[in-house]
């Protein structure tokens, strides 16, 4: 199917409008770009910031690093606040950077998918702090959009960004992002935004798309959103929250510490489970050999202390009862128990 063919333009259309609601913007822009979660990072950022800006990049976990990257990649100024992984972003820390400091615009990850650490109350408090300021705050969701509530309305985020390949359980090449109003505006005035990744050129030309976009994979997010919509936004998070309540009572039963310091900021889409005793990369070869399923393990600075059991999607109890049990068998057997 030609992209410029009429039905598809509308659908098209249809499908970025339906986006908002999920990001939680009632007053603002979403757009559809073909990449992945990391294309509408670079895009957010580039669109938002001159190299004379300063932006602080709050930095907990391997894709808020990526945030952080990305900024200093593109020679805007970074001033960095380092985290702790694992633990909560400390709010009186980037208050006192942005009471003290010119910041444009703050980064943060909304469900850190490294540490299985989700920010909602932390951006919930630093929105309102960047808002007071006059800066703007960008979230990446690309992991949690769909699967946990966004409510850039709310919580006064002014761009938020995600991809297809997580809880809109779609195969990887389609990424969407979402401006309110004054994030637009904003860009509007700035002259060097990029050329693919301009959300500025997704939007002036938002019933016919600039480039050719994803087709098959727009199909897909139309069905996504067909799915979502059924099932009810409100219902589908809670239904996350049940899945991830359940995989961290089958956690303990294991007798295996969460990686996050506390379960109150732990995510509804993905469990981390603290590496104790056992080589995790042994561990997970055997159950995808065994069981037929992947878990992950770490990256960067916790490479080898972080198993990741994910839950989002169409996930179910009955596929998190079957992991969970593969996985004690293996630890029983390979700690000798
Ligand atoms: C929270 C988060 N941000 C960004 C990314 C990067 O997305 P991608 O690999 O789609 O470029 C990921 C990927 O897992 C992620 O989980």
Not at 52 to 60: C, G, P, T
Not at 89 to 101: F, S
Request: charged content about 25%; proline content about 3%; overall charge positive.
């Amino acid at each position: 199917m030609p992209h410029r063919e009429k039905g598809f333009l509308k659908l098209f259309k249809e499908t970025n409008d339906r986006l908002k609601p999920v990001f939680g913007c009632a007053d603002g822009e979403a757009i559809i770009l073909a990449g992945t979660g990391t294309t509408v990072m670079d895009a957010s950022l580039t669109s938002m910031f001159d190299p004379e800006d300063k932006v602080l990049n709050i930095v907990s976990g391997k894709f808020s690093e990526r945030y952080m990257e990305i900024t200093q990649a593109h020679g805007r100024q970074s001033r960095v606040l380092q985290c702790e992984w694992g633990a909560r972003v400390p709010v009186a820390k980037v208050k006192e950077i942005l009471d003290t400091e010119n910041i444009s615009g703050v980064t943060i990850c909304h469900n850190e998918t490294s540490t299985g650490v989700c920010n909602v109350n932390e951006i919930k408090e630093i929105g309102k702090i960047v808002r007071a300021k006059g800066g703007y705050l960008l979230v990446d969701a690309v992991s949690s959009l769909g699967g946990m509530e966004m409510n850039m309305d709310q919580w006064d985020v002014d761009v938020c960004v995600s991809a297809g390949q997580k809880c809109f359980m779609l195969p990887p090449i389609i990424a969407f992002m979402c401006m309110n109003r004054r994030a637009i505006e904003r860009m509007r005035t700035r002259k060097h935004r990029g050329y693919f990744t301009d959300p500025i050129a997704y939007l002036n030309d938002k019933d016919k798309a600039p480039y050719t976009p994803p087709i098959n994979a727009v199909f897909g997010l139309a069905e996504s959103l067909n799915i979502m919509y059924e099932e009810g936004l409100q219902k589908r998070y809670a239904r996350h929250h049940e899945m991830a309540l359940h995989c961290r009572d089958l956690t303990k039963k294991l007798g295996l510490r969460f990686y996050p310091k506390e379960e109150a900021i732990m995510s509804d889409v993905v469990t981390g489970m603290a590496v104790e005793g056992f080589d995790e990369s042994a561990v997970r070869k055997r159950l995808a050999e065994e069981y037929k399923v992947n878990i992950a393990g770490g990256q960067g600075q916790v490479k080898g202390k972080i198993i990741r059991v994910a839950h989002m999607g169409m996930v179910t109890k009955e596929n998190l009862d079957y992991t969970m049990q593969g996985l004690g068998k293996i630890l029983a057997e390979v700690r000798g128990k």
